[in-house]
């Protein structure tokens, strides 16, 4: 799953840059080191938004699927 994948790279990036999601700073040193950008983070908050309603739906919006999918795919190429 690609959310998955974004969670190994980004710990991978985070332990690199010296510190992990363990901390709620961890956006901000993300960022200093340039591990992402604040769009990057912003999009990652707007997946994980995503991954958690879709947990907790009875339905699925093929829509909003398809744009997960795209700003996962997005997210990724930059964590590489």
Excluded: F
Excluded at 43 to 49: A, D, Q
Excluded at 53 to 65: E, F, N, R, Y
Excluded at 69 to 74: G, K, T
């Amino acid at each position: 799953m690609l959310w998955n994948r974004i969670e190994e790279s980004l710990t991978q990036g985070l332990k690199v840059a010296g510190t992990d999601r363990g901390h709620t700073y961890w956006p901000e040193v993300a960022i200093q080191s340039g591990v992402l950008s604040r769009e990057e983070i912003t999009n990652i908050t707007e997946l994980r938004m995503i991954r958690n309603k879709s947990v907790h739906s009875s339905t699925i919006d093929h829509k909003q699927v398809e744009h997960a999918v795209n700003l996962a795919e997005q997210v990724l190429s930059k964590l590489k």
